[in-house]
């Protein structure tokens, strides 16, 4: 029924606020706090056709556009792999954007999170 639907997506917004404020604690430098713009990373809209960050991942949890977990995920992986795409390896964004996919990855597929998966159908 609606109560419980709308139950079931504050229930999922929650849990996704707190996946992103750990998230965001493993990026200090906020390398990843807002888009990039082509001023501070030239050619960056020519290389990277869907642009990710932490400011609209926010966005989208407050306008309830996460229906499940992994849609959540989907959005951090594209952000990490468009650092990835888009700075060369021996750059410091290319090694934080690894180390971030990395161990945020282990955080949201550990069992911990199951109860999170089979949420709003
Ligand atoms: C040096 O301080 C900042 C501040 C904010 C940034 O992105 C929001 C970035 C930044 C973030 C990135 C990424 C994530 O690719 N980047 C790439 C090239 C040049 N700068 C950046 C750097």
């Known amino acids: ?22 998230l965001e604690k493993k990026d200090p430098q906020n390398f990843f706090a807002w888009p990039v713009t082509d001023a501070i990373a030239p050619g960056y809209s020519q290389i990277i056709s869907n642009p990710m960050d932490f400011s609209t991942m926010r966005q989208k949890i407050d306008q309830n556009e996460y229906k499940h977990l992994d849609e959540f995920i989907a959005d951090f992986k594209l952000m990490c792999e468009n650092a990835m795409k888009y700075n060369h390896a021996e750059t410091v964004y290319y090694k934080a954007s690894k180390k971030l996919l990395q161990a945020g990855l282990k955080m949201m597929t550990s069992d911990k999170l199951g109860w999170m998966l089979n949420l709003v159908p």
């Open 1 to 22: 029924c609606v109560i419980k639907k709308l139950q079931e997506r504050t229930f999922l917004s929650k849990g996704l606020d707190h996946l992103l404020a750990q």
